[in-house]
């Protein structure tokens, strides 16, 4: 009795503190699950009554995000980031070794409730893996004297405060710098300029400049901001799409950790041209270390009068941002799905049209862009349409960051002109033996050595920034079934061909990786492919079956080499299925197995 | 401008108003598109993806695609027909439908579209999944084994009936169909059969107790005619053998 009052008290205060609002849900769950390490049905009716919703609605965002639990957690939760690039450097290997040393199953508690190890999709840490959260902070660069470490740590029941600094350490790794890292930016700069010269002219630059928006879509940023400028409505908001879920990018990370005053300007920037008084950053969940030092960042803002009520002392210019952190769903980097967090659901990409621009974040005119997009923003404010337009290509103006991890010498951050070639970057980054590339991510395409001559930009290969190197030793077939594996995790499950052809891709590739494909399955794997792309509501469904459809193309070897001679083979494993009745009657006559060859070695 | 907007569906004018979807237009113009999810009396939801249409080159979802005057939307044409087939597959494959045993066959939208679409066996390798029958309700029944996740019946119980019995929850394939309340049963809840959100569910996941095979297997409403002839079971009244209370 005393425990449950205690409880709910805990969630009384943590609504409290969030004035009662609903759409802080996803906020609240976060900081009841901290507290108490899982959402029990008891705390779940505790947030729905506190908040005034149902029990069923607070319950349908738990179970959405895949860092709030439903079920018990231990109090130190370990999760290995299972990108391909953390597998390339031995993730595996160290998940067992760490489950063994702590006693406790993959994906399992410990009985003493201690302690959970698993696994979760990239944590955006690929070039200074093999990489892991615990209790949702980045660890990285993980090796076994390290994990001995941790071992003891928890076993001592050591708080996190205390752990070795340098485990949580997380370098930036700039190996290439161009126009948008490389060149001073004095803050406020830009908030000075939109000032001076009013939200016509920088709007008029922002089209000079050709920007388009570089989570990788491509849409010009200009037009989206002047269609939210003109939208009417007197409330209207920024929103800065920080929810890096992309595996193998890792770029934003770095602005935000390095370059937030270049964001958050750009942000405020915007604020100034569409007429919005309110922004949000959406950072991933995977990026909760650095939400301290980003609210210090805007603290000192505020204080320095770059945010806040009358910026630079113009009592007409108010602009302030908030920080919102996701909680592991790679839907929510799609703008309609991050916005239906951000009002505290479940992250279900919305039917478009209309468009966010027009009804975004509360119904209200929304302009959602991603990290690298502010950034570059800032600087056209200040440096001018033109000057961001003489870098790039035709149709793609200005630079790229690139986020480079894999088999390469130098992974990290490499910023280059728009237009560069896929050799030019493996040169760059030291990658000598590259039999392919997966470009954009799993979402984007796969690219073998004789596309290396295709450049970057969007009239050819279009990327968010993600750049995974696979060299000659490496089975791309590994990679797709990471890939198919990520899908099926991440899927949001409101459609049909998204819903269920991630699975059933899935099956497909883990039958052909496991030697049991025929032809007939790659033939299946085509048509379904196609029902993805074209049937899907939105991109993670349209965009799921690439890895698959691009390897069968680049590829075909990586499959053909497993495939069985025969024309069919059946879904399911006849002689699994028949082990256990094997082992249980004790048989070992000939008319008990189907296979000689499992006959020979069970009777030598 | 006196002129009405059109566009051609199949080679057919189709009139339409500003903000109809091509769906709403199609269905005013009596031509059917099938559908699952879409029901006309509620607000396009988009996720069974079973009514999608070429529109100028492009697939896209009729009943969430705003007509526009001038558009070519293709139908009935083989690719079209062949992702609608797959979709009926995944669905058939995701649950557990077992027509020959069930009280709706015949009477149920997912076999008749299934059919329509000219679906003969489900092609892609069973889920299986498991998903227990809720009995607790005095005069209904919920076979979860059936649910497509269209969500008319949490739509109609949260817009009509005033009463937010159902709600989705769960991620990806996970996804499933759960009762508002802290026992997950609907015995608990205050659902009548005379709601909605009893008479939209366009297989037989929503079932009423105490009565059942009242019309022999061969004589029901798809039985007797396509869906695209009769329309949907959910606009039907009981008496036509539909599913809807006059």
Known sequence: MAESSTLAQTIRDIVQRHQKLPTRLLQILREVQDRLTWLSTEAINVVAEELG?????????????????????????????????????????????????????????????????????????????????????????????????????????????????????????IRRADILLGRHFADGAALRAVLKRGPEAILEEMVKSGLRGQGGAGFKSAAKWQSCRNAPGEVKYVVCNADE??????????????????????????GRVIGARQGFVYLRGEYRYMVDALKATLQRRREAGLLGAAILGDASFEFDIDIHLGAGAYVCGEESALIESLEGKHGVPRIRPPFPTTHGYLNKPTVVNNVETFASAAKIAVEGGNWFASRGTAESKGTKLLSLSGDCERPGIYEYPFGVTVRQVLEDCGARDAQGI????????????????????????????????????????????????????????????????????????????????TRADLEEMRKLGQIMRVASHCGLGQTAPNPVLDSLDQFPESYERRLRSTAFEPAFDMNAALEQARWLTGRTDPDAYLDEEILSRAMP | MSEEPRFTLDGRTVPFQDGQTIMAAALAAGIYIPHLCFNPEFTPHGSCRVC????????????????????????????????????????????????????????????????YVGMLAPHYTHFYPRRPVDASHPDALIDFNRCILCELCVRASREVDGKNVFAVQGRGIKAHLVVNTPSGKLGATDFSLSDKAAQVCPTGTILSKHSGYEIPIGQRLYDRKPINVVGDVAALAVSKGGRRHD
Request: with cysteine; net charge neutral; aromatic share 8%.
């Open chain 1, 53 to 173: 919703i149902s029990p069923a609605k607070v319950r349908s965002v738990a179970e959405f995000y895949s860092f709030l639990y439903t079920a018990p957690r231990g109090s130190y939760d370990i999760l290995f980031s299972d990108n391909i690039t953390d597998r390339m450097l031995g993730n595996r290997e160290l998940l067992h070794y760490l489950a063994d040393r702590l006693g406790v199953a993959i994906n399992g508690t410990r009985a003493d409730g201690r302690v959970s190890v698993g696994t979760t999709s990239c944590t955006g840490m690929c070039d200074q893996g093999p990489a892991a959260l615990v209790n949702g902070y980045a660890l990285t660069r993980l090796t076994k004297p390290r994990l001995d470490r941790i071992v003891e740590l928890v076993n001592a029941k050591t708080p996190l405060e205390q752990w070795p600094r340098e485990f949580f350490e997380v370098v930036s790794n």
């Open chain 1, 438 to 517: 997966q470009m954009a991510g799993p979402a984007g395409h796969m690219i073998s050595a004789k596309l290396f001559d295709r450049r970057i930009c969007f009239e050819d290969l279009a990327t968010g920034g993600s750049f995974m190197v696979f060299d000659q030793r490496r089975d791309i077939l590994d990679g797709i079934r990471n890939f198919a594996h990520f899908f099926v995790h991440e899927s949001c499950g409101f459609c049909t061909p998204c819903r269920v052809g991630t699975s059933l891709m899935r099956d497909l590739v883990d039958k052909v990786h496991t030697g049991h494909g």
């Open chain 2, 52 to 115: 999608l249409v070429k529109v100028n080159g492009r697939m896209q979802a009729s009943c969430t695609t705003p007509a526009a005057a001038g558009q070519v939307v293709q139908s009935e044409i083989d690719e079209v027909r062949e992702i609608r087939r797959g979709l009926l597959q995944m669905l058939f494959v995701e649950g557990n439908h077992v027509c020959p045993a069930c009280e709706k066959s015949g009477a149920c939208q997912l076999q008749a579209v299934a059919y």
């Open chain 1, 245 to 270: 879920g992309e595996p193998g990018t890792f770029k934003d990370r770095v602005l935000m950790q390095d370059y937030a005053d270049l964001v958050f300007e750009g942000m405020t920037v915007c």
